[in-house]
């Protein structure tokens, strides 16, 4: 819950900024894994859940601000 919460705190810019990050760090997971150098593979899916965690309040907050550009 405490990811959430600072995710929230976050601008729409800096969510976008974040899942680049991301998703290029689940590329080099990626890769190491098919290298044979990857320590923990459960990295895989904690960065895979950042990211749709990510996604998701970042989708909810734009849906907030067109919601609240439509009723002006």
Not at 35 to 62: C, F, H, P, S, Y
């Amino acid at each position: 819950m405490r990811k959430t919460q600072e995710l929230r705190g976050n601008s729409p810019e800096e969510l976008e900024k974040k899942v680049l990050d991301l998703e290029e760090e689940l590329f080099n997971l990626r890769f190491q894994a098919k290298m044979g150098q990857l320590a923990n593979a459960l990295q895989l899916r904690v960065v895979r859940r950042a990211i749709g965690r990510t996604k998701t309040i970042l989708a909810e907050k734009k849906a907030e601000a067109a919601a609240s550009a439509a009723t002006k």
